[in-house]
């Protein structure tokens, strides 16, 4: 019986898993994630594979506004880039779709760069409306860009192949897609035991303690800026060769709010957070539509007030997570393992 | 020369319009320091709750006019007291997206009493063709453009004159320092927000007018933000300033230019102004360097 978790050596406590309990977790999510698609039809293939890409990006945005706390509302635009940049390499230059992804990456975190620079002089607020900006003029150049973006009109994008198999199935790409979160989530775990984790959280907490403790600020933070960028284009470019097509609509701002939203509900300053987060949100809608389809027969005119109900649904989700957790499913998480680890003589 | 006066008469009306959505903006950060981002779904509603009081009730206007104010300071109240106050002290990322979740609801309210698609509105507005230097004006826009102006006038008396603006302006400088003097700052920041949403829905009915009822509306929150960072994140002169300046920008560049230019550059000058001069024209500078 354990009344909490006690180091005796620097080396348990630098380890990533300091539990028996976390590695079986480990373990049994990662069964989950390899066995999961042998077992579900394709609905849910496509469900896990949404998933798999908002995880991807929720973890981006979170190094960077969590355990940065730079606050960033332009997750759209840099998606923007990755998926365009992705898509544009393979159509037009026949760049093969495995090498368009990790130039898709670095084009995105070269963009997120640049537009990280204000944050040399910005903080807060002032941050989150430069960043604003930042998503109206990407979008704004996608649009306007026709000679090469195709403006407005859908890009199509070549099916990826490998070997002549075609890989956008939702069945083959689903473990495209999941070996890459599978990698973000290695990389960003151990990134945060590494100098530079640790040198964005000092930011964070006090960015002129930081600075006095010997952190560059200004390259730390376009570090972060491009890093987190690195990822968000990843799930760009992972969107572009799995739809197939890309398209502005999928990039607005209302994209980066729904991220925002994702780590916020998971938890910001936390890997798991973010993944709690992408799923929590991207299954809200789809638990919603079961549920009214459920109240058919109470509510007459479900079909018209479902979509309101969805957009409703995620303002208050947001409000009551701020208002009663703000730390998130993270938190519940953690007291939820709380409680049983230490039963019955919690206290 | 004709065309020039056109633009700056078409771009200097767009302009009040803008400031005047700018400045329920600035009056909730002054009063509160809540960066508000569902200021375009007060407008928003605020134009549907005319629509509804004129043409679904049938109210004769001013009637209709003043009922929606009423509406418009309630509903101002009941945000503030079950959203905004538990956000008291908590961090900027907090503030901002519970605001971003209040917008989803409104707009999910708006659309699930009144649908997606546009209405037009009841014109009690006379909507003929004014010529002024030679160039033709909406009257419409002409009058939004005085009744705009006499709005700003009237805050900034509110501001300058008033008890409840001085404490207001207390509350804004210092929290701590207005509570001992016996200032309520709960009861401040529902006046502000009862006012931000009375201006909101002035504002709504007069953009109506002119371009329709419709969920197009709820844009103007992130056109809104080049204004009151040009003007000042914390001045209702500012927000004047930086709407007319706005508004000429904007309708030079789609007059003389176009290829919808006029969308993108407000923001290109945000950012190029974040970088210069954060505080803004007339904002209180309170930069800290890092």
Known sequence: MESGIFHTTYRADMALRQTPAEKVRVVLAVLLVLCFPFFADRFYLTLANQIGIAVIGAIGLNLLVGYTGQISLGQGGFMAVGAYTAGLLTAQLGVPWYGSIPLACLATAVVGGFFGIPSLRLKGLYLVIATLAAQEIILWIVTHWDAVTGGVDALVVPDPTLFGIQMNTDFRFYWVIWGLAGLTILVTVNLFRTHIGRAWIAIRDQDIAAEVMGIGLFRYKLLAFATSSFFVGLAGALIAHYRNIVTWERFTVDVSVTYLAMIIIGGLGSVAGAIFGAVFITLLPVFLN??????????????????????????????????????????????IKDYFRLWPFSY | MDTFVQFTLTGLTNGTILALVAMGFVLIYKASDVINFAQGELLLVGAYLTYAMVVDIGLFWPVGVLATLVVAVVLGILIERFVLRKMIGESIISVIMVTIGLSSVLRALVNSVWGTTGKAFPAFIPSGQVSILGAEVAADRLWATVIAVLMLAGFSLFFRHSKVGIAMRAVADDQQAALSMGISVKRIFAWAWSIAFVSAAIAGALVANI????????????????????????????????????????TYTGGYIGHGLNQVLPFVVLIVILMIRPYGLFGQEKIERV
């Not at chain 1, 957009?311 to 703000?326: D, K, M, R």
């Not at chain 2, 994140?233 to 000429?248: C, H, R, T």
């Open chain 1, 290 to 335: 079961d549920a009214g389809q459920a109240l058919r027969g109470v509510i007459p005119n479900i079909d018209t007030i479902l979509p309101f109900a969805e957009q409703a649904a995620f303002g208050i989700v947001i409000i009551l997570f701020l208002v009663l957790e703000p730390r998130g499913l993270r938190r519940i998480w953690d007291r």
């Open chain 2, 211 to 250: 371009v329709g009822v419709s969920g197009e509306l709820a844009g103007f929150g992130l056109r809104v933000f080049p204004v009151v960072i040009l003007g000042g994140l914390d001045s209702i002169a500012g927000a004047i300033v930086g709407g007319i300046l706005i508004g000429l920008l904007e």
